[in-house]
Each structure stands twice: as C-alpha cells, then as structure tokens.
C-alpha cells in the first residue's frame, strides 16, 4: 500500500511554476496576475483568501485582493468584476464563494470573463471540460486526475465509481476520467444518496473516489483489495481535546490496508486543489486556452 503525498506533489508543483515565472520575466513579461474578491467577514473565506494571496507569492505572481462589505449590492459587484475584466494588468478572477444571500452566485460567476475564470466555474470552461476541449478545470477534479499522473497511476479500462454528484466534484471528475485521455479511459459510476446497491458497486471498483462529505462513509467491507481510493472529504470533527480535525470520506484505519493507492486526509487532495488555482493562472498568462 502507498500513501499518496498530495503535500509532496503540490510543493513539487509550485517549485515547477515558480520556475516557469522566473523564465517569463526573463523573457521582460511582467509576472502572472491573480484578482479575488471578497464579500463579508466569513471566517473560513477570509483564511482560503489569505492562502491563495500567500501560494501567489510564492511561485512569483502578483494578486489582488478586494475586498467588500458584505452588504455591497449586487450591481455594485458587477460593477467591479467589469472593470476587473477589462484590466489588462490581471489575468485571473476569483469570486470567493459562498456569497451574501441577497448576491445570486449564479449571476456573479456568469458576469467574470469566461477566460479569466481560473476557478473553472463559468459555464464555458464547465461546457468546454464536458467536450474535452482545453479549460480551466476546476480545483478538485484537477487536483485528482494530477495526483493520479504523477503516480503513474494506471486508469485505462479500470472501473472507476465517484461517491457525490456535485457540480463542482463528483459530476467533472467522473466525466475527465471518463475522457479518451491519460489519465482517462475508465469506465465511470456515479454514486449519489438514491444509488442503490452502493456497498456491492464500490467493492466492484478498481478506483474510488470518494466525494460525498460524509466522514468515514466507506468502510473496508465496500473496498475491493488492491483499490485505489481518493478521499475528496474534509468534514471538521471536534476532538475530545476541544481541537477541531479533518476527517475524510474513508474510513482511513481500516480501508488503508487492502489499497494499493490511497489519499490521506489532510494532506491527500487538499493541498493539490490549492495547486490548480496556480495552474490555470499561469494558463491565463500565457494565454494558452483562448489565445
Ligand atoms: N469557496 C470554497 N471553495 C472555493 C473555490 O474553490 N473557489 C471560490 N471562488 N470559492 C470557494
């Protein structure tokens, strides 16, 4: 059984992006750009923010971070995301989520400028994943299909089953592993609450991925021996210390022993989804999807 490193792997990605920046500048172009917007005070955005501005300085970019009160209109936002998209100096655009319930998300993501959409959330770069055409892939699913790649990890022919059907996991993974691509070629299940049935399909599969966000779902009797399981979970347990911990999907104790891959929580696919945000703002400033 091997432990899958995502802090390793991450760190060896943010040395090759840092490279990249340095060879960039070189060349006289100014460094990669990344813009968030933060509405409100939510104590875990603030954190997600203050991480992305940090990665950012790490590899050599620049970033902005502006920020709003949370009782900023809607207009006013757009207004803003406007003059975001128009500024030559950024290359990328995050809206922190969740937003203020009187903001529609919907309408926010739709107004950011589909190529500088580095959050991969605009329906253009959704779309363009689902036909297999060159996007910003989305944090999650992009963090996984890496750690699969840099595990040589084979995924041709293999049953794959994806625990959750969200928009932004379970739903762009199981179609990028279903892809004619490497990784890819899997033959894909999606699991959801009204799966029936779900214990004898995961003991069936070859690589699960387990995205559902309920701590400790898969237990060892659903894990075929040999699997490859990739834990997506990050539910916050109190300890009996008071502490607050990470727990995933799997229940790590037991199902570790029958895989031959599998992710630890923390430090499985969180510190890659961190990555990809990086990833698709230097795609941006190279212009390598939209020209
Ligand atoms: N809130 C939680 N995760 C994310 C993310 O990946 N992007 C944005 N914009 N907001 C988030």
Same mark, same amino acid.
């Given at each position: 059984?091997?432990?899958?490193?995502?802090?390793?792997?991450?760190?060896?990605?943010?040395?090759?992006?840092?490279?990249?920046?340095?060879?960039?500048?070189?060349?006289?172009?100014?460094?990669?750009?990344?813009?968030?917007?933060?509405?409100?005070?939510?104590?875990?955005?603030?954190?997600?923010?203050?991480?992305?501005?940090?990665?950012?300085?790490?590899?050599?970019?620049?970033?902005?971070?502006?920020?709003? #009160?949370?009782? +900023?209109?809607?207009?006013? $936002?757009? &207004?803003? %995301?406007? /003059?975001? @998209?128009?500024?030559?100096? *950024? #290359?990328?655009? +995050?809206?922190?989520?969740? $937003?203020? &319930?009187? %903001?529609? /998300?919907? @309408?926010?993501?739709?107004? *950011? #400028?589909?190529?500088?959409?580095?959050?991969?959330?605009?329906?253009?770069?959704?779309?363009?994943?689902?036909?297999?055409?060159?996007?910003?892939?989305?944090?999650?699913?992009?963090?996984?299909?890496?750690?699969?790649?840099?595990?040589?990890?084979?995924?041709?022919?293999?049953?794959?089953?994806?625990?959750?059907?969200?928009?932004?996991?379970?739903?762009?993974?199981?179609?990028?592993?279903?892809?004619?691509?490497?990784?890819?070629?899997?033959?894909?299940?999606?699991?959801?609450?009204?799966?029936?049935?779900?214990?004898?399909?995961?003991?069936?599969?070859?690589?699960?991925?387990?995205?559902?966000?309920?701590?400790?779902?898969?237990?060892?009797?659903?894990?075929?021996?040999?699997?490859?399981?990739?834990?997506?979970?990050?539910?916050?347990?109190?300890?009996?210390?008071?502490?607050?911990?990470?727990?995933?999907?799997?229940?790590?104790?037991?199902?570790?022993?029958?895989?031959?891959?599998?992710?630890?929580?923390?430090?499985?696919?969180?510190?890659?989804?961190?990555?990809?945000?990086?990833?698709?703002?230097?795609?941006?400033?190279?212009?390598?999807?939209?020209?």
């Amino acid at each position: 059984m091997q432990i899958i490193d995502g802090k390793k792997i991450a760190g060896e990605i943010k040395t090759e992006i840092a490279n990249e920046v340095k060879s960039i500048i070189a060349k006289g172009h100014r460094a990669p750009c990344l813009a968030a917007i933060l509405v409100g005070n939510d104590p875990a955005s603030e954190t997600y923010v203050n991480s992305k501005e940090k990665d950012c300085h790490e590899v050599g970019f620049t970033s902005k971070i502006f920020r709003f #009160d949370e009782k +900023i209109t809607g207009k006013e $936002l757009l &207004k803003k %995301i406007e /003059e975001i @998209n128009t500024d030559d100096s *950024i #290359d990328g655009l +995050i809206v922190q989520l969740p $937003l203020p &319930k009187h %903001i529609s /998300e919907s @309408n926010i993501l739709l107004a *950011i #400028d589909y190529k500088k959409d580095v959050d991969g959330f605009h329906p253009q770069n959704v779309g363009r994943l689902m036909l297999g055409l060159p996007t910003y892939v989305s944090a999650t699913p992009d963090g996984i299909v890496e750690l699969l790649a840099r595990y040589n990890i084979e995924t041709s022919g293999k049953n794959c089953v994806v625990i959750g059907r969200s928009n932004i996991v379970g739903r762009p993974v199981a179609n990028l592993l279903s892809q004619r691509a490497t990784p890819g070629d899997c033959t894909v299940t999606i699991c959801h609450s009204r799966t029936k049935n779900i214990k004898e399909i995961c003991a069936s599969a070859d690589i699960i991925i387990a995205a559902l966000g309920v701590a400790e779902f898969l237990k060892a009797d659903m894990v075929k021996e040999g699997a490859v399981v990739i834990d997506v979970g990050t539910t916050r347990t109190k300890m009996e210390s008071g502490k607050y911990k990470l727990t995933g999907d799997v229940k790590f104790d037991e199902v570790a022993p029958k895989c031959s891959y599998i992710t630890p929580v923390p430090g499985g696919v969180g510190p890659m989804t961190r990555i990809s945000l990086l990833k698709n703002t230097l795609k941006a400033a190279k212009k390598e999807i939209y020209g």
